[in-house]
């Protein structure tokens, strides 16, 4: 199975589907797990990691610059072997499986927590999958339409945190680096799985419409998941005390709380319900992306009975078992360290092994 090359997608639907990967799940409690790494200097440690990001989404690019009307998978298969090919795969099938299993507990907890409360959880499963379903099977091309009407419906949202700076004390943030630059650096570690997700540069590269751009394109994804990565963090940490927004799983949640309007009480209740929009930017591209991967491995060419299929799977195993905030963000940091290998190293050492390769026949 090839990707389908009629299905092109503009550079800013490119942007929003990488960045809605990023940005989908780790949005609301960023500010916590920076806090836990690195203290109040943590919106450092969002630029490290930003730049990180960039360098090896660019390595991605220039990967797929070997083979642009092809998926890493097609470029492996034919520079090592079909076995090669046939092993990412399946390594990549499992992690994007594993990012969009993530995705759904997450969504399914806080709506169950905040929206739904006596609503069994496969039952909130189910209604996440219908339009997930409906998404998925019309291909990349209504997933990145799809990601850009979220993001032009939803672009608003982080200016609403404009109104708790009116109590924030600015005084949290300092001083700078109080603990030194050792905390920065070591806090990468805690908020990895908020900066993964640009492995879709591997597979929507053949889908891309103007490829030109492609640099472009992961560079302003990145830069979109850090601006409003930096801004929440900044808001949480002038809003709450250091030890403080150590106590919330989530805290820009019960920092909306402050917020009253005359109609409304519970602020915070219709922002989550608005908020699984953005949810639905993770699971829904990175479905797509578990499915295409078996498609490609058993060499369909239709993705939709592997998407029946992964939705019965889902359905079925959260009836028997469903886990908890804490289980969830402990599959959380499995998912941070294994993407760091597969989007982080992957793509940056198969270009030095493919340039390698050149060089040495060349010479030859």
């Given at each position: ?108 907890n806080i709506t169950r927590s905040w ?215 402990r599959l959380e940091e499995a998912l ?29």
């Amino acid at each position: 199975m090839t990707a389908n090359k009629s299905a092109n997608i503009t550079t800013l639907q490119f942007a929003c589907l990488i960045s809605g990967l990023q940005i989908g799940i780790a949005y609301l409690s960023l500010p916590r797990l920076v806090a836990e790494g690195s203290g109040t200097d943590g919106w450092m440690t969002i630029l490290i990691m930003w730049l990180l990001s960039v360098m090896a989404s660019i390595a991605a690019v220039r990967l797929m610059r070997r083979m642009p009307e092809g998926t890493v998978l097609d470029l492996i298969s034919m520079r090592i072997g079909k076995w090669a090919g046939r092993t990412a795969a399946v390594l990549f099938g499992l992690y994007f499986a594993g990012m969009a299993y993530d995705g759904f507990v997450r969504t399914t907890n806080i709506t169950r927590s905040w929206l739904l409360p006596q609503t069994k959880s496969f039952v909130i499963l189910i209604l996440l999958l219908i339009p997930a379903y409906a998404i998925v099977k019309g291909g990349p091309l209504l997933a990145g339409r799809y990601a850009e009407f979220i993001f032009l419906l939803t672009c608003w949202a982080p200016l609403i945190f404009i109104y708790p700076l009116k109590e924030a004390n600015w005084l949290n943030l300092l001083p700078i680096l109080k603990e030194g630059i050792v905390p920065v650096l070591t806090g990468v570690k805690s908020i990895l799985f908020s900066f993964i997700g640009f492995a879709a540069t591997l597979f929507l590269y053949p889908n891309l419409k103007y490829k030109q751009y492609a640099v472009r394109g992961v560079v302003l994804a990145n830069s979109m998941t850090a601006t409003l990565y930096v801004w929440i963090t900044i808001v949480c940490f002038a809003y709450f005390s250091p030890d403080e927004i150590l106590e919330f799983t989530q805290p820009v949640i019960p920092m909306l709380k402050m917020i009253e309007f005359r109609v409304l009480e519970r602020i915070e209740v219709p922002f989550v319900a608005f908020y699984l929009f953005i949810y639905s930017l993770t699971w829904i591209p990175s479905t797509y992306l578990t499915v295409f991967c078996s498609s490609w491995l058993l060499g369909a060419g239709s993705t939709r009975r592997h998407l029946q299929l992964f939705c019965l799977l889902l359905v079925g195993s959260s009836f028997f078992y469903f886990p908890s905030f804490i289980q969830n963000e402990r599959l959380e940091e499995a998912l941070g360290e294994i993407g760091a290998v597969m989007e982080y190293l992957f793509p940056t050492v198969l270009l030095l092994l493919f340039w390698a390769q050149d060089k040495l026949k060349r010479r030859a």
